[in-house]
């Protein structure tokens, strides 16, 4: 669809009622609450971050419609553009960049994404990878929020659009490789006699106040060109399918 066919669909998904407009409501406050565009209940920003979520989440109702991760990703284009292009950048994000695979019914291409990063920590980080088994620390339980709010909240806003350079730059495996950067970050700390479960999980949930912008986004580049990643990359992504062609998907990531 072009630009001003996706304009003419959320004028018309303005007047189309959504029984999740509730759920929206609710989150909207919750989104991004510290920039100043969203700090005002029912002000400019907050409505116009209900008006794409609810036409976004009508745009999506064929894999489920709304989920809150969303919102962070629309309040961030948001800070950028009109709410029609909004609109328009957040379903070219989702196709272009297949995020749509991530927020389908059963999270998908989230569970890719673990799996792939799972592959990784044990390829790069062996140490670290022996640790979280021992600990019994899931993927999950830290990396959830990371994907589907492409990093929003979990590092500063200008640390935030950087990272989005490179996921429009780069794609999808760039995200994976941001959440490897984060990880190699506390490699020590992870592999060191006093981690724990709490002490590892306490670390990844947290807000990482980066040093150096510069050097993490040069730590990226430089894994990204790493000898046969991309290529061991593509074979976990085709593994990992037969693994949902054979119904043992589920038991593959933790």
């Not at 189309?16 to 609710?26: E, F, K, N």
């Not at 565009?37 to 029912?42: D, E, P, S």
């Not at 553009?81 to 995020?99: G, H, I, K, N, T």
Request: glycine letters at 6%.
């Amino acid at each position: 669809m072009s630009l001003e066919e996706l304009k003419r669909e959320y004028a018309a998904f303005l007047s189309t009622p959504s029984s999740q407009d509730v759920q929206i409501d609710l989150d909207v406050p919750r989104t991004i609450s510290g920039h100043v565009l969203f700090h005002t209940r029912y002000g400019q920003g907050q409505r116009a971050l209900f008006h794409v979520l609810h036409a976004f989440g009508l745009h999506c109702e064929d894999i489920g419609g709304y989920c809150q991760g969303m919102g962070p990703i629309a309040a961030t284009l948001l800070c950028y553009f009109e709410p029609e292009r909004a609109y328009a950048c957040l379903v070219r994000l989702f196709y272009q960049y297949d995020l749509r695979h991530i927020f389908e019914t059963g999270f998908p291409g989230l569970l890719q994404a673990f799996y792939i990063q799972e592959r990784l920590v044990e390829w790069l980080m062996p140490d670290v990878h022996k640790a979280f088994d021992t600990h019994g620390v899931s993927t999950s339980a830290y990396a959830t929020k990371w994907y589907i709010t492409l990093f929003a909240n979990s590092v500063p806003f200008s640390t935030q659009l950087r990272l989005w350079d490179g996921l429009l730059l780069e794609g999808v495996d760039f995200l994976i490789i941001t959440a490897i950067s984060i990880i190699w970050c506390f490699r020590d700390q992870f592999t060191s006699s006093s981690a724990s479960f709490e002490s590892i999980l306490s670390s990844l949930s947290s807000y990482f106040l980066v040093e150096s912008d510069d050097a993490l986004l040069r730590w990226i580049r430089k894994a990204l060109r790493k000898k046969d990643l991309r290529t061991k990359m593509a074979a976990w992504r085709s593994e990992w399918q037969g693994f949902v062609e054979d119904g043992s998907a589920a038991r593959r990531v933790t």
